[in-house]
């Protein structure tokens, strides 16, 4: 596979560097990034008190384990599925490092200042010869990103970011996965009818596709901020929401998606069916791909 359009270096796992299922810390060389073709979008890039820049890793979607935008009762999707993929992720990213660290292709920046990258473990005999060639050039399939798809740790989130021969193999690999019933595709209920009035239980129990779940919960927080400012930080349940009012909140959130082979981009409210108090996806989220916001930022 040609990879265009990026760069690669190396990694180096600092302490406590997960944060979750699919976003973790690196320390990378300076000089890298540097001479990177980020461009103007370094100043983007937020770096934590310890030196280490986050990162978020491409294709991949796990259940959300601590989501700022949503409320106390919609903090988190069932958290055994949310932690699982986290300790996944931290077990591999350890065991690449004592290997001899990460290797990364980053193909750009996010909204939240996170470098979108691939991970790899790094071997002994590989080499960087310089930020756009490596060495060996590694395998998909062999990348953190494939690992959590395989394992059905992580539902697909295919962006126009990385080539469309890569997203061709993640899509591979996590229909495997949904056959086998693995992990999360073992609960996972985005297919069937969401009852808006019971928000509560998809922190609970009731485990869907994670970008889903962060629009309800938004759509939730924005429905009780307009109904009562004073109790917005301390409410225990998520309020009802309607269909009508999760068509509206999609529709001006925004976000575009289409069939992976092709067809029209459509707004995520376009691909719900809605009745009553009740919505349900009916694609399925490995056959979709997604348009890139303004905000999220490609190398090119």
Same mark, same amino acid.
């Given at each position: 596979?040609?990879?265009?359009?990026?760069?690669?270096?190396?990694?180096?796992?600092? !302490?406590?560097?997960?944060? *979750?299922?699919?976003?973790?810390?690196?320390?990378?060389?300076? +000089?890298?990034?540097?001479?990177?073709?980020?461009?103007?979008?370094?100043?983007?890039?937020?770096?934590?008190?310890?030196?280490?820049?986050?990162?978020?890793?491409?294709?991949?979607?796990?259940?959300?384990?601590?989501? !700022?935008? +949503?409320?106390?009762?919609?903090?988190?999707?069932? %958290?055994?599925?949310?932690?699982?993929?986290?300790?996944?992720?931290?077990?591999?990213?350890?065991?690449?490092?004592?290997?001899?660290? %990460?290797?990364?292709?980053?193909?750009?920046?996010?909204?939240?200042?996170?470098?979108?990258? =691939?991970?790899? $473990?790094?071997?002994?005999?590989?080499?960087?010869?310089?930020?756009?060639?490596?060495?060996?050039?590694? @395998?998909?399939?062999?990348?953190?990103?494939?690992?959590?798809?395989? /394992?059905?740790? +992580?539902?697909?989130?295919?962006?126009?970011?990385? $080539?469309?021969?890569?997203?061709?193999?993640?899509?591979?690999?996590?229909?495997?996965?949904?056959?086998?019933?693995?992990?999360?595709?073992?609960? /996972?209920?985005?297919?069937?009818?969401?009852?808006? /009035?019971? %928000?509560?239980?998809?922190?609970?129990?009731?485990?869907?596709?994670?970008?889903?779940?962060?629009?309800?919960?938004?759509?939730?927080?924005?429905?009780?901020?307009?109904?009562?400012?004073? *109790?917005?930080?301390?409410?225990?349940?998520?309020?009802?929401?309607?269909?009508?009012?999760?068509?509206?909140?999609?529709?001006?959130?925004?976000?575009?998606?289409?069939?992976?082979?092709?067809?029209?981009?459509?707004?995520?409210?376009?691909?719900?069916?809605?009745?009553?108090?009740? =919505?349900?996806? $009916?694609?399925?989220?490995?056959?979709?791909?997604?348009?890139? $916001?303004?905000?999220?930022? @490609?190398?090119?």
């Amino acid at each position: 596979m040609r990879w265009a359009d990026g760069f690669w270096c190396v990694g180096v796992l600092p !302490p406590d560097a997960v944060h *979750d299922g699919d976003t973790l810390r690196l320390s990378l060389p300076e +000089a890298v990034l540097s001479e990177s073709p980020l461009g103007d979008l370094r100043v983007r890039l937020r770096r934590d008190q310890q030196g280490a820049w986050p990162i978020r890793l491409a294709g991949v979607d796990a259940p959300e384990l601590d989501y !700022p935008g +949503a409320l106390p009762a919609m903090r988190h999707q069932p %958290l055994h599925a949310a932690l699982a993929a986290r300790e996944w992720l931290l077990q591999a990213a350890v065991r690449a490092q004592t290997g001899g660290g %990460l290797r990364l292709w980053v193909s750009g920046v996010d909204r939240y200042g996170r470098l979108i990258a =691939c991970l790899w $473990p790094r071997r002994g005999d590989d080499t960087l010869r310089d930020k756009n060639t490596w060495a060996g050039e590694p @395998k998909l399939p062999d990348s953190l990103n494939a690992g959590l798809l395989r /394992d059905g740790m +992580a539902y697909p989130d295919f962006h126009e970011d990385l $080539p469309m021969a890569a997203l061709a193999e993640l899509r591979h690999i996590t229909q495997i996965a949904i056959q086998q019933r693995l992990g999360v595709w073992s609960e /996972d209920v985005t297919h069937q009818a969401i009852a808006l /009035d019971t %928000l509560h239980l998809l922190s609970e129990s009731r485990l869907i596709w994670p970008r889903l779940w962060r629009r309800l919960a938004e759509c939730a927080r924005q429905s009780l901020l307009m109904n009562t400012e004073a *109790d917005r930080n301390h409410a225990r349940v998520a309020p009802a929401i309607t269909g009508w009012q999760l068509r509206d909140f999609l529709i001006a959130r925004g976000g575009m998606a289409r069939n992976f082979t092709g067809g029209p981009w459509k707004n995520l409210a376009d691909h719900l069916e809605m009745a009553g108090q009740h =919505c349900r996806f $009916p694609d399925a989220v490995e056959n979709l791909l997604h348009r890139s $916001p303004p905000d999220r930022k @490609k190398l090119t």
